[in-house]
């Protein structure tokens, strides 16, 4: 996977992509622990699913200051090959009820939509539980 650093209103239109696709949109950090258990499920979503127009975008809550001392070493020890977003963003009580106005602000965080369903999700998960929401989306 490659890192983009963008602010919140460059990272905006991920929430909202008008395609045949369903977006998996989740908010993590390295320091954040049942995130970093969840990120094997995100990739095996990304490589079961991405033929399927499923596309994962992880995005890092990292501080940008730490993007070579921590966040990349990360992505290259876990192999991440999803689209990996630092959002560089400190005003985050302006921007987290644009994400959606149920997160409180704690992480991990995931928003779920296609077309036609828009769902997010303020918990760890695994694997099963994502394919569980995801099949019925890409039929």
Known sequence: GRLEVMDFNEFEPWLHRDTDSVYVINFWATWCAPCVREIPAFEKLHEEFGEQKVKVVLVSLDFPNQIDSRVLPFMER???????????????NRWIGKVSEE????????VIYSRNFRGFYEREFKYEQLEEIIRPLIR
């Not at 876990?78 to 985050?92: E, F, G, K, N, T």
């Not at 997160?103 to 995931?110: K, V």
């Open 78 to 92: 876990m192999d991440i090959r999803s689209r990996v977003i630092l959002l560089d963003d400190p005003y985050s």
């Open 103 to 110: 997160w409180t602000g704690s992480i991990p965080a995931t």
